[in-house]
């Protein structure tokens, strides 16, 4: 009898430091051994002709979130877990919101009992909003200590951004106890203000949603948020990258020794602020933010990736259909930007967009594709190398990627709850062919085999990526010396 459960045979194992052919042999959901002709195996998929690469780990994803008036993202955690499968991403981190007035403990039990339908491994980050005495001396250490070891924080939107004191008790308490802050850099005042004057000229149009933001809001709170976290001596990743001043702000910071890392998204890549631009209320499936800026700035952007600058690439999935009356034409199809929900579907998309914009185009190498897509993410939150790796002892996340395969996408071709896709009509080379999910087949051309409620919860516990440096102003220590 064999001892291996499975045999993938005849592929090229692609990972962030190279490619070699071997066989991987899989026990128990791990994979249990790497090389020529591996003996056995209970049951056998021929990968001849194919790269393997590890699932795919996604950082960010809003997942049926609840929003404070009520309502929750339309993709649910089955749907949206479908959507990554069949696009070859095999882990997500999604988002834990709280409400200002409330506390964590309002949402934080609801969500994690809807994440528990998922057929994706799953890990959470904690939207903070509202840093109370007790939020911070209590509930944010109680909950990095359950494994939830990543904190949001946004620098804009009502009713979500931080001010720079909160943000610094923020940053203060996750040194404290060993946690990664994420940060949405735009500055809100900014924003506001642009907004006002838009909406005061008559400009109303989706396109204007690109100009109430501009890549100099960006830039600005980019560098405010490196500067709070160098004083209080706090590792920190900055969210969805736009563009070029942003990334050298990060740039900047990296050459200075401070632990900062930049996460961009494919969308940054193919689309633009013309798309916003189209006729009608047509503009708003393009709607994010940051805004897509140009292809000028994209290839700004695909520069900082090669050179390490931004190190990994999410999707920043946060789906609203364009149809109906919850999610773009939520106030009307002839809405103000402003009040247009601004976020677009990409968890299926991401790796097939990336390979085909990066690999596919001599802008990236295939380990670098490996490592912005799987390898970093998951070193980066502290799930490296049980995720992001084909390695003896990882999970048997792997998916068999047909390097030749041209796709043109369509919604059609999606599996998200979402009734449009903003990539309709790209065409990409290279496509995931089957996917496994710890050595269980859950997806094979686009068919997702998985049931709901086979995903796992992700704890993450202390790492040393995200240790503080110990380099502090005067050498002085304010984040315990203050609540």
């Given amino acids: 009898m064999s001892d291996l459960d499975l045999v993938v045979r005849g592929g090229t194992v692609a990972t962030a430091s190279g490619a070699m052919r071997t066989d991987v042999g899989i026990r128990g959901g791990r994979i249990a051994a790497l090389g020529e002709s591996l003996k056995g195996g209970a049951r056998e998929i021929d990968a001849a002709g194919l790269l393997l690469l590890p699932g795919g780990v996604d950082t960010h994803c809003h997942i049926e979130q609840p929003e404070a008036d009520g309502t929750v993202h339309e993709d649910s955690f089955v749907t949206a877990s479908a959507a990554a499968l069949a696009g070859g991403t095999t882990t997500a981190i999604c988002f834990s919101p709280q409400f200002k007035g409330h506390p964590i403990a309002a949402t934080l039990p609801g969500y994690r009992a809807r ?12 939207i903070i909003t509202d840093p109370t005495d007790d939020v911070l001396g209590r509930e944010i250490p109680a909950l990095i200590a359950d494994g939830i070891r990543s904190l949001k924080v946004f620098m804009t939107y009502d009713p979500l951004h931080v001010d720079d004191r909160q943000l610094l008790r923020i940053l203060a308490v996750a040194r404290r106890h060993g946690a990664l802050v994420t940060v949405h850099c735009e500055n809100y005042e900014a924003i506001r203000w642009r907004t006002e004057a838009l909406l005061a000229a008559g400009l109303t149009a989706p396109k204007y949603h690109a100009w109430s933001r501009p890549p100099v809001v960006e830039r600005e709170a980019t560098h405010r948020a490196i500067a709070l976290a160098e004083l209080v001596d706090q590792p920190i990743q900055i969210f969805h990258v736009s563009c070029d001043e942003a990334a050298e702000e990060i740039a900047r910071a990296r050459a200075r020794g401070q ?3 930049g996460e961009t998204c494919p969308q940054y890549f193919v689309l633009g ?6 006729p009608g209320f047509e503009g708003a499936k393009f709607m994010c933010s940051p805004a897509p800026r140009d292809a000028a700035e994209s290839e700004k952007l695909w520069r ?3 050179r390490g600058t931004l190190d990994v690439i999410s999707s920043d999935h946060c789906g609203y259909s364009y149809e109906g009356d919850k999610g773009k034409r939520l106030h009307g199809a002839d809405a103000s930007f402003p009040d247009i929900p601004n976020g677009i579907p990409g968890v299926q998309t991401r790796l097939a967009i990336a390979f085909s914009e990066g690999v596919g185009k001599g802008r990236i190498d295939l380990a670098q594709f490996v490592a912005l897509t799987a390898t970093n993410p998951a070193r980066l939150f502290g799930l490296y190398p049980r995720k992001g790796a084909i390695a003896v ?11 030749a395969r041209r796709v043109r996408i369509s919604n059609g071709l999606l599996r998200h709850a979402i009734d449009y896709t903003p990539y309709e009509g790209l065409e990409v080379t290279g496509w995931p062919v ?5 050595g269980e087949v859950v997806a094979r051309d686009g068919v997702v085999q998985a049931e709901p409620g086979r995903g796992q919860f992700l704890a993450r516990g202390p790492y040393d990526l995200i240790r ?16």
């Avoid at 994440?115 to 904690?126: G, P, T, V």
């Avoid at 602020?273 to 189209?278: E, G, P, S």
């Avoid at 089957?434 to 710890?438: D, E, Q």
């Avoid at 503080?468 to 609540?483: E, K, Q, S, V, Y």
């Fill in 393 to 403: 002892g990882s999970d048997a996340d792997i998916v068999l990627w047909d390097t």
């Fill in 434 to 438: 089957l996917t496994l999910s710890r």
């Fill in 259 to 261: 632990k900062v890392w």
């Fill in 115 to 126: 994440a528990r339908k998922a057929m994706i491994d799953y890990s959470f980050h904690q």
């Fill in 304 to 306: 900082h990736v090669a």
């Fill in 468 to 483: 503080p440096t110990g380099r502090l102003a005067n050498g002085f220590d304010a984040a315990p010396a203050l609540p």
């Fill in 273 to 278: 602020a013309a798309d916003m631009d189209r």
